[in-house]
């Protein structure tokens, strides 16, 4: 986790160190937030829509609460 930080937010880090415990707390946040967006994106592009109509659902609600929409 602190490598995927230092790579994504390298202006919060000084020396690939967080600046501080609330800076890796929040970037973290931010980057699942991120992930979970890209997901949604990727998903509805390749086709999770031939998915069974529960599975699918239950993945978009989970990925939707994930990215904060």
């Not at 390749?46 to 978009?60: C, L, M, R």
């Amino acid at each position: 986790m602190w490598a995927e930080f230092a790579r994504v937010m390298p202006g919060w880090c000084r020396d690939g160190v967080p600046l501080s415990w609330r800076h890796f707390v929040y970037g973290l946040a931010h980057i699942y937030r991120e992930q979970a967006r890209a997901s949604l994106r990727m998903a509805s592009a390749s086709g999770i829509v031939y998915a069974a109509k529960n599975d699918a659902k239950d993945w978009h609600e989970r990925h939707r609460a994930l990215a904060g929409w």
